[in-house]
């Protein structure tokens, strides 16, 4: 579980890293004490989920899944309430690897971007139960709050134009004068 | 422990109301409640973990892990279910129940929802009954519930509604954006827009402030403490009184009874886990359609072999909620305003009086959306990942309209409560089995109501529909169980819509033989066990069941003091 290489993942962590509030994201990783490790991921499987969800959301003007923490968000789920669905993920991985291979010659994280969606798709048909507890998770990671470990920075929240955090108080509204219907 | 007149189980919407009424009138009570009692620092505003999206867990209980459920599919398959999963039917675990964290919608039922079947007609394979008990017997008790509880709204634009003597307690909050686009549009259509009754303080009331209009609202628990539910109302005043004492985290495995066969109290789990005895004068059972039948069923002994109450295999039938269909609506500009609560106004047109259809339903815009909710309702035809998907996204998530509603749905005798001969929870007590279905006249019903809140949106210069309805969603419902409660299910599946809204299971009627309590939810075998929650509803209405909970326990609570003579009730 616990790989010691650093594999495609942790770069791509360390770069969202660098590229977001380096300090802050600096002492996080210090407090988990896992530098840059998993909780239940392997690296190799991080790469894998993290190649079929930046599919699910890619980057635009605003970033992609994993840019804004979905892996870390499915991957302290899958310790925790998502445990029930450590096999899936197990499965489902190494199954959409193996599809990878076989179609391209190489592993789901190493192909290029077009090739990648060709073989999501594929996997969204092959394997249509996982893909879709991956989708579900995703969006959950990407949308959902970020004290969960995904949407860093509530950064779905101000794409979509929903002031975070909300204003309170809203002191504007005169509540004696309601309305006459 | 110390013998009390009367033991009351869950202190939910019913519970903590009958715990006021008895204890103000000087009985002494024991309200036991197996979740925690939180407070307004208690609200996360978490989008994942809540008590309507469950992702990651019911924020208000119960837990995952040691509550299970069994759920009987429309296959006959069981599934071992947990509270977040959506065939749990769950409500919530903890002092105020499901009114901690509701949206608060607190409607009265109309006089025809007291007598569907005189009404309709009771279609075949259904069990479609009247009440015993009429409109006029709980005007005087939705009143006092509406002030006690603390009500906000208007019903004066609508013809639809019973008499009542009293308006409102407290006006509407300022209409939000919604109701600008959909107010006119309704009145162009020669319906009835009003601004719907809420549990919400619109100016400070009951000693507490009014709504800060958040978004965090249905599901969740209201920071500031603006949301009125059994709580911060009645509880307070019932430990106030000296005669009521409150303990969380106690579980209840058995009403006990004599060999006379009237109850002496109840056994308990409390919150270390040990086994507890508190003997009473009555029980009063009041914890949920779902729990209370389950209670009664576990609580067998000699003279009740199937069950307390359970004589003529009456307990845990009729199980209903509310199915919910309706339609979105896409716009050319921005609707979404950020002010909670967002549901705002609704019609009652189209509850009764469509030929062809026994009854329908209240239509009212939807809560305020958080993203989440927005990722599977977004037009036809957007692809479900990918870079179109965020585009969309962006698009609507400000752009729509949601008009939705409950059906009242055409009770079914097998649609029902068992307890599973197998699975235990963590105390070691048979869990609550579900399976069945309501009648299917629902779904026929709930397709037209979904057609009429298109109409609706289209009217209001919607760009683009998609209707919320079984035919459109049956797909939708297959995968992992719909966590979204509010959501259309997927019908004939096995799945009844109940949920939050659970009702029915231990039916209020004249006939022992086909209800379990009587008109004053006194158990027909047992004259000092009550059943005071929404189990005794007979039909469940076209609206949101909150109210009418709390109607039906001040009118029961008044009854049960009234009859009330030392130790014993009045034959």
Redesign the interface.
């Known amino acids: 579980m616990q790989s010691s290489t650093k594999g495609g993942a942790l770069t791509r962590r360390q770069f969202v890293a660098a590229g977001a509030t380096g300090s802050v994201a600096a002492v996080i990783g210090c407090k988990s004490g896992r530098q840059g490790n998993w909780e239940f991921l392997s690296d190799e499987q991080a790469g894998t989920l993290g190649a079929i969800c930046d599919?699910?959301?890619?980057a635009?003007g605003?970033p992609n899944a994993t840019q804004v923490g979905v892996l870390n968000y499915i991957d302290k789920?899958l310790v925790?309430?998502y445990r029930r669905h450590q096999d899936a993920y197990r499965d489902g991985l190494q199954k959409s690897d193996a599809s990878s291979r076989k179609r391209f010659g190489k592993g789901l994280a190493e192909l290029a971007l077009a090739q990648q969606?060709e073989a999501v798709t594929a996997i969204?048909s092959e394997q249509p139960?996982f893909f879709?507890?991956v989708?579900?998770h995703?969006?959950?990671g990407y949308?959902?709050?970020p004290?969960?470990g995904g949407n860093r920075d509530a950064v779905?929240?101000k794409?979509?134009?929903?002031?975070e955090p909300?204003?309170?108080?809203?002191a504007q509204?005169?509540?004696?004068?309601?309305?006459q219907? | 422990m110390k013998r009390v007149n009367a033991v009351i189980v869950g202190a939910g919407a019913a519970g903590g109301i009958v715990a006021k009424e008895l204890a103000v009138a000087g009985l002494g009570v024991v309200l036991l409640e197996r979740g925690k009692w939180y407070t307004a620092n208690d609200c996360?505003?978490?989008?994942?973990r809540n008590q309507r999206t469950t992702?990651?867990?019911n924020a208000f209980g119960p837990e995952?892990e040691g509550n299970p459920r069994v759920w009987v599919d429309g296959d006959g398959g069981l599934h071992n279910v947990m509270p977040?999963e959506g065939p749990y039917q769950n409500n919530a675990a903890c002092v105020g129940g499901g009114t901690f964290s509701y949206g608060a919608q607190a409607w009265r039922y109309m006089p025809q929802d007291f007598k569907m079947r005189s009404l309709y007609g009771a279609p075949e394979g259904s069990s479609l009954e009247d009440w015993p008990i009429t409109y006029d017997d709980l005007e005087p008790f939705y009143e006092k519930a509406e002030y006690e509880i603390g009500i906000s709204g208007?019903y004066?634009?609508t013809p639809y509604h019973g008499l009542r003597k009293r308006p409102l307690p407290m006006?509407?909050?300022?209409?939000g954006r919604e109701?600008g686009v959909l107010g006119p549009a309704a009145r162009r259509l020669g319906l009835h827009?009003?601004?719907i009754p809420m549990a919400r303080n619109?100016?400070p009331y009951n000693g507490r402030g009014?709504c800060?209009?958040?978004?965090?609202c249905c599901g969740f628990a209201c920071e500031v403490d603006a949301k009125n539910g059994s709580q911060n109302t009645v509880i307070p005043i019932a430990l106030n009184t000296g005669n009521c004492e409150l303990r969380t985290e106690c579980m209840v495995k058995e009403i006990l009874t004599d060999d006379r066969g009237r109850a002496t109290g109840v056994s308990y789990f409390d919150e270390n886990g040990h086994l507890q005895q508190q003997l009473a004068d009555t029980v009063i059972v009041s914890g949920c359609a779902t729990e209370s039948a389950r209670l009664l069923l576990n609580s067998k002994s000699r003279l009740f072999p199937n069950g307390l109450g359970n004589r003529y295999d009456q307990v845990g039938r009729n199980l209903q909620g509310h199915q919910y269909t309706g339609a979105l609506g896409y716009f050319d500009f921005d609707t979404?305003d950020?002010?909670g609560p967002g549901a705002d106004i609704a019609i009652c047109d189209y509850n009764h009086g469509t030929p062809g259809l026994r009854g329908g339903g209240m239509l009212a815009n939807e809560f305020i959306r958080?993203?989440?909710h927005t990722?599977d309702r977004l037009p036809n035809g957007t692809p479900?990942?990918?870079?179109a998907?965020?585009?969309a996204?962006?698009d609507w998530?400000?752009r729509t309209i949601v008009i939705i509603g409950p059906t009242q749905q055409i009770p079914s005798a097998e649609a029902r409560i068992t307890v599973d001969p197998s699975v235990k929870d963590k105390w070691g007590m048979p869990v609550v089995r579900i399976q069945g279905n309501c009648h299917p006249h629902t779904y026929e019903i709930g397709d037209v109501q979904a057609e009429r809140a298109q109409k609706w949106l289209l009217e209001a210069g919607a760009i683009d529909t998609r209707l919320l309805s079984q035919a459109q969603n049956a797909e939708k419902a297959t995968?992992?169980p719909d966590a979204n409660k509010g959501g259309p299910h997927k019908p004939h599946s096995g799945l009844i819509p109940a949920a939050q809204h659970q009702a029915g299971t231990c039916r209020m009627g004249d006939d022992p033989k086909g209800s379990v309590v009587n008109k004053v939810c006194q158990v027909h075998d047992v004259d000092n066990v009550f059943v005071i929650d929404a189990s005794v509803h007979v039909t469940n209405g076209g609206f949101n069941p909150a109210l009418t909970i709390m109607a039906v326990a001040f009118y029961a609570s008044n009854a049960l003091v009234h009859n009330w003579k030392g130790t014993g009730f009045r034959s």
């Not at chain 1, 599919?55 to 890619?58: A, E, K, L, V």
């Not at chain 1, 909300?166 to 809203?170: A, I, L, N, T």
């Not at chain 1, 509204?173 to 309305?179: A, V």
């Not at chain 2, 800060?212 to 965090?216: A, G, H, K, Q, V």
């Open positions: 599919q699910i959301i890619p635009d605003f789920q925790r309430p969606l969204s139960e879709e507890l989708r579900s995703t969006f959950q949308y959902g709050s004290r969960h779905s929240w794409m979509l134009g929903v002031p909300p204003v309170r108080g809203r509204y005169d509540l004696g004068k309601g309305p219907s | 996360r505003k978490d989008d994942l992702f990651l867990g995952d977040s208007d004066s634009g006006p509407p909050l300022p209409p109701f827009p009003i601004h619109s100016v009014p800060m209009r958040c978004r965090w979404y950020d002010i958080l993203p989440i990722l479900t990942w990918g870079p998907h965020k585009k996204m962006r998530h400000r995968h992992v």
